[in-house]
């Protein structure tokens, strides 16, 4: 079973990024899945949750600007960004919570570099 995060690059001020983090493998169920970003220097941060029944929630700095989503037959979450500021560069990475015969519990995909320009 395997997470993988993709999508980062680099955007202007006010520009738009849509990040992807699809699950494979053998998996009976993902319960809530996440986003979570870690600027240079500082500790990794929670930015947005979904639950498997699609409740969601978000890190105030974001609210308003990025909307989670994601599709339970696919095991796929994205997070759409928009209004972005250079405080939101940062390496964002994707966990899950997966039912496997070979994972039970959380399970992190690698990082993937978001960088905003002013």
């Known amino acids: 079973v395997q997470l993988q995060a993709s999508g980062g690059g680099l955007v202007q001020a006010g520009g738009s990024l849509r990040l992807s983090c699809a699950a494979s493998g053998s998996i009976y169920r993902i319960n809530t899945m996440g986003w979570y970003r870690q600027a240079p220097g500082k500790e990794r941060e929670l930015v947005a949750t979904?639950?498997?029944?699609?409740?969601?929630d978000y890190a105030d700095s974001v609210k308003g600007r990025f909307t989670v989503s994601r599709v339970n037959a696919r095991n796929t979450m994205w997070l759409e960004m928009n209004s972005m500021k250079p405080e939101d560069t940062a390496v964002y990475y994707c966990?899950?919570?997966?039912?496997?015969?070979?994972?039970?519990?959380?399970?992190w995909g690698q990082g993937t570099q978001v960088t905003v320009s002013s």
């Open positions: 966990n899950a919570d997966i039912r496997s015969r070979v994972v039970m519990g959380i399970l």
């Open positions: 979904i639950t498997n029944g699609g409740h969601t």
